[in-house]
């Protein structure tokens, strides 16, 4: 270890291949190992087996080795033992970011609901709570917002359903637009469905009781 030009080449000598393991130990594993240049690691697996490790890079690069058309996913795996490995990872096959919870099925990671063309909610939507106030579901004119039915064999066999407000409240009301909210039916003829404007809300009507109304009045 006297040369000051060329390589360096550190190896156990029990044969022409090397055998046996090489440990370097500063202060009883209490001091510091410090490296002063590229390192290179070549071989199956390289463990780290501390408690904390710290990275100063910005980013950390995988897969630095492939070549044209990338075929592998590539991510960040999480042992847990005798429970199943999670994964966060980048799949080639369909290129979008996912995750899995449970091991097997992976989930996508969405970053702007637009590059979903298709994104399925599992639960509930909701526009505001108390904090951030009231949001909107908006869309970009001409379109309009649509509120599709589920569909059966072809034909749509679901509804839209809005949930009945107690009978002596009425729902916010914004200036500027029209507000459809339902009550309970209380007389013979309401439908129970109103729309509030500026003005005040008023009640739909269906067509036989608006003509019995014009009878009457």
Known sequence: MDKVTG?????????A???????ITAACGQGKITL???LYVIGSVASIESTVTKVNDNYIRVSTLVKGEPLLHAGLQVERGDEATLEIRWNENI???????????FLPILGRVIQDTQPVLGGDLRTGDAELGCKMIKSDYPCNIVLSPGVDRSRP???????EVYVTDEPNHNPGSATVFAKPVQNCGDIGLFVKLSQGAQQLTAK?????LSLVL
């Open 95 to 105: 290129r979008r970011w996912e995750f899995t919870e449970n091991g097997i099925n």
């Open 17 to 23: 291949c090397g055998e046996g393991d090489i440990t």
């Open 36 to 38: 002063n240049g590229d």
């Open 7 to 15: 390589n360096y080449r550190l190896e156990t000598l029990d044969n």
């Open 157 to 163: 066999r679901g509804g839209v359903e809005i949930r």
């Open 208 to 212: 036989r009781w608006a003509a019995v």
